[in-house]
């Protein structure tokens, strides 16, 4: 038997190996090394313009809208979104499309809260809100729990896929590469570099999509010739390992082509895609460091509303260019993409549970030309780096912002950068041994694996910021153990799929059904609730919190003029005068500096130095973040356009539904 599994495994390497030869050309290699060039050039250009945390408060609209596409589509969508399609079908679009509703609702009502707040982090909203230092601290160590077994873990397993297939290279040693041109423009450029460097990479995203569905298309036959044959994309072998497989495991769903599926049987049933969803998506979008935070450096409302309109439209397209492609792999690629039996499915790709997550990457490296090839492999390469850089920045924020600061309250804005630095060296590192289990998770479904991981731990949080701002009769108490009785659900759903395994059409899990029966989306919502329920049902047994505390904090008081005292007033005392000021600025020596200490500020994102501000400065910079005031004109242009991207998202629906 041993044998036998190193004779497939090593049949499979050949095959992998095979592929990567299609990427050994000049004309390939000549598009990678100007597209690594091109985005080096963007991202040197803007790395002097600011050391903010926050971007300097000064983004226009499209580089924001296209940052927060770019963050959210990560290499993990190509694969895991194009992969689940051509197991089960469109359906899985759902889990993008929804994502517009959400996107709204983060700029017309969450935003302006977090901007009126004034606050830089979503845990420093909560202490703001509720005061006290546990839910912050909670909240921060959770959102790096979330990146390293759920964003940055997934964008390098799914990265190295393509590295695999297209170069051949060890995928650990590619893997470590790629990390460290992320971890330069992150480190040396800030957010704006980021998100300047992310709009680039949205636009190389697009394009080389686009051009990759219309070959898909034109090589299937068109979009009637795709329906049928999709519908008869079966393997040849379907037989094997001493099992009986059932045809339901390796046919084409009856269903494949709707978005909303049967409640019970259905792999996404539809009150989960209705009700499930959007709760992640909630977390997701309006809660998320990541996301959130592109939103606070935008010049004014309309440019944020703006940015989540286009991010909107944006969102609509990754079943044109993601799915579907995924779905004409199966049909182009049936005996690999859609294999079944094990031993079959190792001498393909090296994973007895499943080789769908390879239908993109076959479909890049088989149906494109050269040159067009490399350009499919930088699309893939911004995808990763635009992702993790976005991760990297954002995780750097939480750790030096909201734990860091804890333990020294004294610290210089050069020791926060130079912490934040050392700390997304140890979130990669974590991230990096958490790989294989993100492998085998789902059968094999990346998406699956990214939305079930979402449901378990998102749903308290969401729940929490949804109490924060719409009752201010909410309280710490309230919120606290709502957030626990959540946690320890959601652990105790998580875990025990971990230890029995989540698995597949051949082998069910093993797990009790009182614990893991019930569909991830369903749980989501379950958990949703518990936690609202335990949120309110606490925080009306114990004191309300006066609403001197509370002015520009939830939605009933955010247009209150009166000062705030707030929660947090004693910290700040505590903290007292140090070099830093408000919203991140550097205060650095004017002393003159050698060569030596230049490259070193240069390296942690200490470029230039900035006086520090007076006290009237610092007022008038402090009024200037905190504005949420719109003028007219551009308050009905943005509204207009939410109309019209509600129609055609109503039109997306009636058709694909």
Not at 375 to 392: C, D, G, Q, R
Not at 598 to 608: E, F, I, W
Request: charged letters at 15%; glycine letters at 8%; a neutral charge.
């Amino acid at each position: 038997m041993a044998s036998t599994a190193s004779v497939s495994t090593s049949t499979a390497s050949s095959e992998l190996s095979s592929l990567s030869n299609n990427i050994n050309n000049a004309a390939d290699i000549s598009v990678i090394v100007i597209y690594f060039v091109a985005v080096m050039a963007v991202g040197v250009w803007v790395c002097g313009s600011t050391v903010r945390f926050l971007g300097g408060g000064s983004l226009g609209w499209l580089p924001m809208g296209a940052s927060l596409f770019a963050s959210n589509i990560g290499s993990g969508h190509f694969v895991g979104l194009a992969g689940t399609g051509a197991a089960s079908g469109i359906a899985v679009t759902a889990f993008e499309s929804h994502s517009f509703a959400l996107l709204l609702v983060l700029g017309w009502i969450f935003v302006p809260i977090y901007i009126k707040a004034g606050v830089m982090t979503m845990p420093e909203y909560l202490k703001k809100r509720f005061g006290g230092k546990r839910l912050q601290i909670y909240l921060s160590i959770l959102s790096l729990f979330i990146c390293v077994i759920l964003t940055i873990s997934a964008d390098i397993f799914s990265g190295a896929i393509f590295i695999k297939l297209a170069l051949g290279l060890n995928i650990y040693l590619a893997i470590l590469i790629l990390l460290a041109i992320t971890a330069i423009f992150t480190i040396t450029g800030g957010l704006a570099s980021v998100i300047y460097t992310d709009t680039f990479q949205a636009v190389i995203m697009l394009v080389g999509s686009f051009i990759l569905m219309i070959f898909a298309f034109v090589e299937v036959g068109g979009y009637e010739s795709f329906t049928e044959k999709f519908m008869n994309a079966i393997p040849s072998v379907v037989e094997g390992d001493n099992l009986t497989i059932s045809p339901r495991c390796y046919t084409p769903q009856p269903d494949s082509f709707h978005i909303f599926r049967d409640p019970v049987t259905g792999d996404i049933p539809w009150p989960g895609t209705a009700f499930g969803m959007p709760i992640t998506a909630l977390w997701y979008w309006c809660i998320n460091q990541v996301i959130v935070q592109r939103c606070l450096c935008g010049k004014n409302m309309s440019h944020v509303k703006a940015a989540c309109i286009l991010c909107g439209y944006l969102k609509l397209l990754p079943l044109f260019f993601m799915v579907m492609p995924g779905m004409i792999s199966r049909i182009l690629y049936t005996d690999m993409v859609a294999c079944v039996v094990p031993s079959e499915c190792v001498k393909h790709c090296g994973v007895d549970v499943g080789c769908t997550n390879y239908a993109y990457p076959m479909l890049v490296m088989k149906l494109m030309p050269m040159g067009l090839r490399g350009l499919m492999l930088s699309v893939m390469l911004a995808s990763l780096m635009s992702s993790l850089t976005s991760v990297f920045n954002s995780a750097s924020t939480l750790f030096t912002i909201d734990l860091y600061t804890k333990i020294r309250k004294k610290a210089s804005e050069r020791e926060l950068m130079i912490a934040g630095r050392l700390f997304v060296a140890v979130l990669i590192a974590t991230s990096i041994l958490w790989v294989p289990i993100v492998e085998v998770s789902q059968g094999g479904q990346l998406v699956h694996y990214t939305e079930a991981i979402s449901s378990y731990l998102g749903p308290p949080i969401a729940a929490v910021f949804m109490v924060a701002v719409f009752c201010k009769r909410a309280n710490e108490q309230g919120a606290f153990w709502g957030l626990m009785v959540g946690l320890v659900m959601g652990l105790i759903r998580m875990i025990a799929e971990f230890s029995y395994g989540t698995g597949s059409c051949l082998a069910p899990s093993s797990c009790p059904k009182v614990i893991c029966g019930v569909h991830y989306l369903y749980f989501a919502i379950i958990l949703f609730f518990v936690s609202i329920l335990v949120i309110l049902g606490v925080s009306y047994l114990t004191k309300p919190i006066p609403d001197v505390h509370l002015y520009r904090l939830c939605w009933a008081l955010r247009n209150s003029k009166e000062d705030r005292i707030d929660l947090d007033a004693e910290d700040k005392e505590e903290y007292g005068a140090d070099d830093r000021t408000e919203g991140g600025n550097v205060s650095l020596p004017e002393k003159p500096r050698g060569c030596l200490k230049k490259s070193c500020d240069l390296c942690c994102g200490l470029q230039r130095a900035e006086s520090k501000l007076t006290k009237e400065e610092e007022e008038a910079l402090k009024q200037q973040l905190t504005d949420t005031t719109e003028k007219p004109f551009w308050r009905m242009v943005v509204n207009v356009n939410v109309i019209l991207l509600l129609a055609v998202a109503v039109f997306f629906y009636g058709y694909f539904a």
